[in-house]
């Protein structure tokens, strides 16, 4: 899944090149990029599939050459439910066949992985679990009482010594405190994101869940007796899409199937969510500071400074974020990085669509 906004990183991160398409944290890659190279011992390209937003589809098949074969162009970003929808109704048509049907993974491209051995493990052990016909998320075990993430409440064990459980409940973004008693207690797990199921596991699942929205992506590929979403008529596919709901995968089924099982890791992963989760995913200096660009820094502690055309300077400056780029400059407080999107809400305001 390739399609989010990044609005959290603006002015780095815009609609036609967001946050996965961007180098943010890294000089070498950009975060898609770095997404698809970590599958190479996994899946090869021919069996890999990007869903992306349309306007971003032509800048991302340019960066996943010759590392992904398959893409699908949402017309308009429905969440997470409805890629994953598209995804699996594509997949089921790739590989079709008798039997058990194909195990589809689905990652986020905008995560740090810090531990990839660790990850391809997970991996596998997903699919032993996706084969039991579960619908599999990837648990994190926590590090500290993190409250930007959801998290994940571990069930009865599935298998004898092994990290893979029931799910037996989902927690939403917790306040400090109760963010800390979920660490003291040792069942709980960050939410990742990832996934793995068996492709007719989920589309019985959304057939359970959002049964019109299933039956309406379906309509199109029968209706037009192709086996592709890229063969349907655009407008037809957009009209369709854009009557559908915006849900997430967690909200709309997984919080309510009783398929659900965790696979608990511990993989140095990290999402990426805005400018001040930067100092916590890459090394900084002895000061705390973290530099990308060029940077004179006198007597800074905490800061983290991106610039890719000018030469920033801060002098005397503790805890800001200062991010020039694309003819825009933002300095905020960290406290204040998710506000980041409020700038995005205003520009669009007041119709600056050349910032946005």
């Known amino acids: ?30 975060m898609l990029v770095q997404t698809l190279d970590r599958l190479d011992n996994l899946i090869p390209p021919e069996r890999r ?7 971003q589809m032509e800048l991302t098949r340019r960066q996943a050459e010759g590392r992904c074969d398959h893409f699908l162009a949402e017309p308009a970003a429905k ?42 493990q997970a991996v596998k052990r997903m699919v032993q679990t996706a084969a039991m016909e579960k619908l599999t998320l990837l648990g994190i075990t926590p590090q500290y009482p993190e409250t930007g993430y959801g998290y994940i409440e571990k069930g009865e064990g599935l298998k004898p010594e092994t990290p893979i459980f029931q799910v037996k409940s989902f927690r939403e973004k917790p306040d400090q405190a109760t963010a800390a008693s979920y660490i003291k207690t040792g069942r709980f797990l960050w939410n990742s994101g990832i996934f793995a199921w068996r ?33 349907v008529p655009q407008d037809e596919l957009a009209r369709t899409y854009n009557a559908l709901p915006s849900i ?22 990290k999402d990426v969510g805005s400018w001040d989760a930067l100092d916590q995913c890459f090394p900084t200096d002895e000061k705390g500071n973290l530099f990308y660009g060029e940077v004179i820094a006198m007597d800074c502690e905490g800061i983290t400074v991106d610039s890719d055309t000018k ?8 805890d800001l974020v200062v991010v020039v780029s694309k003819g825009a400059v933002l300095v905020c407080p960290k406290s204040r990085a998710q506000d980041v999107k409020k700038v995005v809400e205003e520009l669009k305001a007041r119709s600056r669509t050349d910032l946005v």
């Open 1 to 30: 899944m390739a399609g989010g906004s990044g609005t959290r990183f603006w002015p780095k991160s815009r609609h036609l090149e967001p946050k996965q398409l961007c180098r943010i944290g890294s000089n070498n890659a950009t």
């Open 49 to 55: 599939l990007i869903v992306t937003h349309q306007d």
């Open 79 to 120: 969440n997470t439910a409805h890629a994953l929808a598209l995804a699996a109704l594509e997949i089921s048509r790739m590989a079709p066949g008798s039997g058990p049907g194909p195990i589809m993974i689905s990652v986020h491209a905008d995560a740090l992985i810090k531990n990839p051995d660790a990850f391809n």
């Open 199 to 231: 492709v007719d596991t989920i589309l019985d699942e959304l057939g359970n869940f959002l049964p019109q929205s299933l039956h309406s992506l379906r309509q199109l590929l029968e209706g037009y007796g192709v086996s592709s979403f890229n063969e």
């Open 248 to 269: 997430a995968i967690d909200n709309g089924v997984l919080e309510k199937s009783q398929r659900v099982a965790v696979v608990e890791a511990d993989i140095g992963w």
């Open 311 to 318: 030469i920033v300077a801060c002098i005397g400056v503790k």
